[in-house]
């Protein structure tokens, strides 16, 4: 197991990366990427991306598909949210709470995506009933099973400067769709990128002749 000290971000933080978006709401938000099959980028073959924020300053999203090595009950004693003993009797539902590898950008930062039946003063809206949440107190609400319903961790995130996305997918590097709950929270990594194809009615073997589309 490797050596990953967890950070989650502070208030000032999450409010800074979702200022513009917030705004200015990105026509992305919301939004799963699926990386074609002529990415140039070997860190995002296959991945499916949500895109969390969206705006004329850039993008930045979290990679689903992809789990991390790091398992929770680590994650939570590093960050002192539980000692040693608390964690290994922690409820199985929780024990087994997958964090994924969100993206090449500070892969030690923690981000929460989640319903919207949770809520703090540091819960970024994202899309209808779905928030983010990059501090450490939905750990806690996480750990004490009074979390949201429905929830994903990643460490890290992926990010884009101004104008960068749009080029990608003018380029034909990434296919866009709306993003169904039932396809973003479950946990199945191996299949959801043909899944969310199939959902889609688009056929793999014609992905290197299909534009992206909003």
Known sequence: MPVVICKFLDTFTAMEIFRDASKNTGFLNGQFLLAMPGMDDSRFARSVIYVCAHSEKGAMGLII????????????VQLGVLDEEQAIVMPER?????????????????F????????????????????????????RA????RGPRKALMTLGY??????QLETEIANN???????PQELLFD????????RILSHMGVDPSRLATVAGHA
């Open 65 to 76: 598909n992809r789990a991390q090595e790091m398992e929770f009950a680590d994650i939570l």
């Open 142 to 145: 996480i750990s004490g099973g």
């Open 173 to 179: 590097g990434w296919l866009t769709c709306q993003a």
């Open 112 to 139: 929460v995506l989640h319903s919207d039946d949770y809520l703090t003063d540091s819960t970024m809206p994202v899309a209808e009933e779905i928030c983010l949440t990059g501090t450490i107190d939905i750990l």
């Open 187 to 194: 946990t199945d990594m191996d299949r959801k990128y043909d």
């Open 158 to 163: 992926s990010g884009w400067a101004s104008g």
């Open 94 to 110: 929780t024990r087994d709470f997958l964090v994924r590898s969100g993206g090449p950008v500070e892969m030690r930062r923690g």
